[in-house]
């Protein structure tokens, strides 16, 4: 599971650099494409970064009882608070950008599965594919527009060597 985790999140990062080369985050003080994995994230780095594409993991289900392909969802949180300079009247307009950010970075909806442990990422031999993520509501806590968008990951599991 944990090399779908990587392909996946790795797959969303390089995309994103491409589609928005400015949408990014520094954390301990790298910079790199606002995506994050929380499970790999320390709790006080990524819990207040706005504007970055948040991925959480739920367990990992058999996708259906006569093959061995598996599914998790994979809930992408995100928010703004709007600029300063414009009175935070554009988080609106900030939080539609990222959604369309997110329906392109999961465009194709398919990658080759690689295994990131090692030094050079070595392919695996198969991909993961995805759903179309679902938009949720819209929230608004403090001030901060949210928003959680629901995915769900198709793997095959690898392979112990």
């Known amino acids: 599971m944990q090399a779908t985790k990587d392909t996946f999140l790795k797959t969303l990062a390089g995309r994103l650099a491409k589609v928005n080369p400015a949408r990014t985050v520094t954390i301990d003080g790298a910079a790199r494409p606002a995506v994050l994995a929380m499970e790999n994230e320390t709790p006080m780095s990524a819990a207040t970064e706005l504007e970055t594409f948040q991925l959480s993991w739920q367990g990992a289900v058999q996708a259906f009882a006569w093959m061995p392909l598996m599914q ?84 095959f599991p690898e392979v112990s060597r």
């Open 72 to 155: 998790m969802e994979c809930r992408v949180s995100y928010g703004c608070k709007g600029s300063d300079e414009r009175m935070r009247v554009d988080r609106g307009r900030t939080l539609t950008a990222m959604d369309a950010e997110l329906m392109q970075i999961c465009s194709p909806r398919r990658a080759a599965k690689c295994d990131y442990t090692v030094t050079t990422p070595v392919a695996l031999g198969e991909n993961i594919f995805w759903s179309v993520p679902a938009l949720g509501a819209v929230k608004e806590t403090d001030g901060v527009l949210q928003r959680a968008a629901a995915v769900t990951v198709f793997f």
